[in-house]
T-cell receptor
Framework: DAKTTQPPSMDCAEGRAANLPCNHS???????VYWYRQIHSQGPQYIIH???NNETNEMASLIITEDRKSSTLILPHATLRDTAVYYC???????????FGAGTRLTVKP | NAGVTQTPKFQVLKTGQSMTLQCAQD?????MSWYRQDPGMGLRLIHY???????DQGEVPNGYNVSRSTTEDFPLRLLSAAPSQTSVYFC????????????FGPGTRLTVL
C-alpha cells in the first residue's frame, strides 16, 4: 500500500505558483520525503527530497510540516512544460525501493 | 553521456512467447532496477541489482528474470509472456542503492495478446 495520499488532479495558471500537497501521516523517523514527476509517459524525473527541514533547489521548494505528517511541493512559477504527474514518495535512506502511488496530475493552463 | 537507454521502445508479443527487454547505462552506476507501470497507476518495482553479479526481487517479481553480468547492462527477461504483463517498463539506475536521485530510461511499451 502507498504510504502517501495525494489529490488526483490539480490545475494551475501559467506563471503562478503550483502548490502540490501530500499526506504521509504514518511516516517513520528515518524516512525521507521524495518528489518525482513524469511528463507524458516519459520516465520519472527526480525533483527534490527532504527529511524534516524545508528544501529548495533550482526546480522547486519542499515544505515539510513540523510533525512531518504532510508536505507541499512548490513550483514557484509554473510553465506549460510543468504539466505532468507528480509523485510524492516516502523512502527509508539506503533503500531505493520507492513505492509510487497514483500521484497528482498537474495541468498548467495558459 | 547517453544516460539510461532501453530497447525496444515498443513490442507486441503473443501469449507464451519469450523476450528480453534491454537496459543499459553509461554513467558507471552500481544500482539498477526495473519497474512496471500499468495504466493510471504508479510504478512498481520488479527486480533490482546493487552491482554486477547481484540481483534481488522487488514488489512484483513473478514472471520475470534478471541477471547482471556487467555494470552497464541489466536485461529483463519474460520467459512466457501473459496478457497481465502488458505494461510500460522502465529501467532506472543510480550510483548506489541509497542515492537520492535515480535516473530513468524512456520506457518500453509492451503489449501481450
Amino acid at each position: 500500500d502507498a504510504k502517501t495520499t495525494q489529490p488526483p488532479s490539480m490545475d494551475c495558471a501559467e506563471g503562478r505558483a503550483a502548490n502540490l500537497p501530500c499526506n504521509h501521516s504514518t511516516i517513520s523517523g528515518n524516512e525521507y520525503v521524495y518528489w518525482y514527476r513524469q511528463i507524458h509517459s516519459q520516465g520519472p524525473q527526480y525533483i527534490i527530497h527532504g527529511l524534516k527541514n524545508n528544501e529548495t533547489n533550482e526546480m522547486a521548494s519542499l515544505i515539510i510540516t513540523e510533525d512531518r505528517k504532510s508536505s507541499t511541493l512548490i513550483l514557484p512559477h509554473a510553465t506549460l512544460r510543468d504539466t505532468a504527474v507528480y509523485y510524492c514518495i516516502v523512502r527509508v535512506d539506503n533503500n531505493n525501493d520507492m513505492r509510487f502511488g497514483a500521484g497528482t496530475r498537474l495541468t498548467v493552463k495558459p | 553521456n547517453a544516460g539510461v537507454t532501453q530497447t525496444p521502445k515498443f513490442q507486441v508479443l503473443k501469449t507464451g512467447q519469450s523476450m528480453t527487454l534491454q537496459c543499459a547505462q553509461d554513467m558507471n552506476h552500481e544500482y539498477m532496477s526495473w519497474y512496471r507501470q500499468d495504466p493510471g497507476m504508479g510504478l512498481r518495482l520488479i527486480h533490482y541489482s546493487v552491482g554486477a553479479g547481484i540481483t534481488d526481487q522487488g514488489e512484483v517479481p513473478n514472471g520475470y528474470n534478471v541477471s547482471r553480468s556487467t555494470t552497464e547492462d541489466f536485461p529483463l527477461r519474460l520467459l512466457s509472456a501473459a496478457p497481465s504483463q502488458t505494461s510500460v517498463y522502465f529501467c532506472a539506475s543510480s550510483y548506489w542503492q541509497g542515492e537520492n536521485e535515480q535516473f530513468f530510461g524512456p520506457g518500453t511499451r509492451l503489449t501481450v495478446l
